[in-house]
C-alpha cells in the first residue's frame, strides 16, 4: 500500500531534521515546512520537498497541508507557543489528515513549575479537543543538548549548568526519531500520548565522568545558580524571555523530577533506548580540543 505523504513541520530543528531523515531513508514521502528553502537545502536531505512557509500563517499552513496524510508539528520556545501549535492545529482539521503527531515534554501539566512545560499541557489540551486524530510524544530532556556545552569541554575540561545534583533519564534524539517514524507507519497508536525517556538516570557529574572517560581526558561539572545561568544567557544575547524561561524549566530538572524512566521508548523501539555512553562515543570528535 502507497503511504501517504507526511508534513514535517519544524523540520530544520534537531528533532525535526533528524525525523526528515529517518523517513527519507526509508524511502516515505516526506514535505518539510521551513522558513527558507535555499537554507533548508543545506541540512535537510536532497529528496524532501521543502515548501516554505510559517506557523504564524495560516495560509501557508494551507498550502503546506495541501495532499498531505499525516503530519508532524515541533516548535521552538517561543511566547506564543501555544497560538503557533493552534494554528496548525486548525489546518490540518480543514486539510483531514489522518494522524498528527505532536513533539510535547515529559511532565506536561497546567500547574507546572515551568512556563515551557505549561504550554506543552495548554497545546496537547488543544489538539485533544480539535477533532484531529493524534499521537503526543512527551519526551525528557535529550542527550544532544550536552553538545551545547562541547566547545566548553573542549576548551576547558569543564562545563557549567544550573541542575545543581539532579539526575535526569535523558534520551537520544535519534531514537525519538525512530520512535515518531513507527508511529506514523504503524497502527494502533491514535488518540495515544507516550512518556519517552531513556534506560537510565545520571547526574551531570555522571556525565561528566563519562564525558571524560570517552575523549580520555578530564571533564567538570561544575554546578551554577539558575540567576547565574539566566544573567549568563542574557550576556551571550539570548532575548530576556527566553532566557528567563529556560532558566526556569532547568531550576525544574534540578529538583529531581525528571528522574524516572518510563518503558514507552523502549517498549516502541523495541530495544533499549541508546545509552548517553553511546552517544558520548558517537560525538566524540565535539569533546576533543581541535588540533
Known sequence: MTQPRILIAGATGANGRQLTEELVAKGLPVRALVRNKDKA???????AELVEGDLSVSDSLTTALDKVGKAYVVTSIQPDTVSLFQNFFDAAKVAKVSQLVKFSGL?????????????HAASDAALRESGVPYTILRPNSFHQNMLWQAESIASTGA?????????????????????TSTILTTEGHLGKAYDLTGTESLTFHDVAEIIA?????PVQYVPVSPEAAEDAMRRQGMPEWQAQVLAEIQALFATGRYADVTQDAE?????APRSF???AEDHKSFFVAKA
Not at 267 to 271: A, H, V
Open 267 to 271: 517498549n516502541l523501539l523495541g530495544r
Open 41 to 47: 537545502a543545506q541540512v535537510l536531505p536532497q529528496a
Open 213 to 217: 572517560d570517552v575523549r580520555g581526558a
Open 277 to 279: 555512553r553511546t552517544f
Open 159 to 179: 562545563f557549567h549548568l544550573p541542575l545543581a545534583d539532579a539526575a535526569q533519564s535523558t534520551i537520544d534524539v535519534r531514537d525519538i526519531a525512530e520512535i
Open 107 to 119: 511532565g506536561a501539566a497546567p500547574e507546572a513549575p515551568s512556563e515551557v512545560i505549561r504550554q
